[in-house]
């Protein structure tokens, strides 16, 4: 069973620029999350969806960000524009149902913005 | 609001020694704890846990138990070996699946 695979692995972008991270859950899993840690920070919450629809998004810093799962399959996460202190790495995390924790995570996206 | 605190790193030892990393929480109502770890070039991966007071996670000879007392779920082995190095975040989930993380702590265990 393939794992929580996300895309890019690495990217750097000037600020004012625009990025698209992508995440690809495992296959069947309802929920899927977004986390983001800081350099030297904790991992911090974004939000959870549940197949195509936005369960929490109380983590989301500002409305620079916009996370999208269209068909309840893969999502994107999109920062327009890009500033400073958007830079770290980006986690992408599912779970089979609702009412379990996530179990597996993705390798994460480092986001430098220079 | 809810936190964790865990043991700064970097944590370096030699194989067989005994490894602690503390990790102490703050949470309203009655949280699941967690350890998670991330090996080098993979994502995180869930290591143990323990859903309510007193009981003991454990998973490839890692321990922890949950002490409401202590408010503490500190990460403990016997004996580490060269393929636990990774680094390890402890974490906490409330009634909403919200999983809130320490900083994580870097082990690397030397031959």
């Known amino acids: 069973e393939a794992g929580v695979t996300q895309f890019p692995s690495h990217s750097v972008i000037e600020k004012g620029q625009t990025v698209t991270l992508r995440c690809d859950p495992i296959s069947g899993h309802d929920n899927l999350y977004w986390y983001r840690r800081v350099m030297g920070k904790e991992i911090k919450f974004l939000l959870h969806f549940v197949k195509e629809s936005k369960q929490d998004e109380s983590g989301m810093p500002n409305n620079r960000f916009l996370a999208e799962r269209t068909g309840g399959t893969y999502s994107t996460l999109k920062v327009q524009p890009a500033e400073l202190e958007d830079s770290g790495v980006y986690f992408c995390?599912?779970?089979?149902?609702?009412?379990?924790?996530?179990?597996?995570f993705g390798q994460g996206t480092r986001l430098t913005v220079v | 609001g809810n936190s964790v605190t865990q043991m700064e790193g970097p944590v370096t030892l030699s194989e067989e020694a005994f490894l602690t990393i503390n990790c102490t929480y703050t949470a309203t109502g009655y949280p699941s704890l967690f350890w998670y770890v991330q090996y080098p070039g993979e994502g995180l991966q869930l290591l143990l846990k323990?859903?309510?007071?007193?009981d003991k996670g454990s998973n490839k000879g890692f321990e922890a138990t949950y002490r409401k007392e202590t408010t503490s779920f500190h990460l403990e082995k016997g004996s580490v070996q060269v393929s636990d190095s990774a680094v390890y975040f402890c974490?906490?989930?409330?009634?909403?699946?919200?999983?809130?993380f320490g900083k994580g702590t870097l082990l690397t265990v030397n031959p």
């Open positions: 995390a599912s779970s089979r149902a609702t009412g379990h924790f996530a179990a597996f």
């Open positions: 974490a906490l989930g409330g009634s909403n699946y919200k999983l809130t």
């Open positions: 323990a859903t309510k007071a007193d």
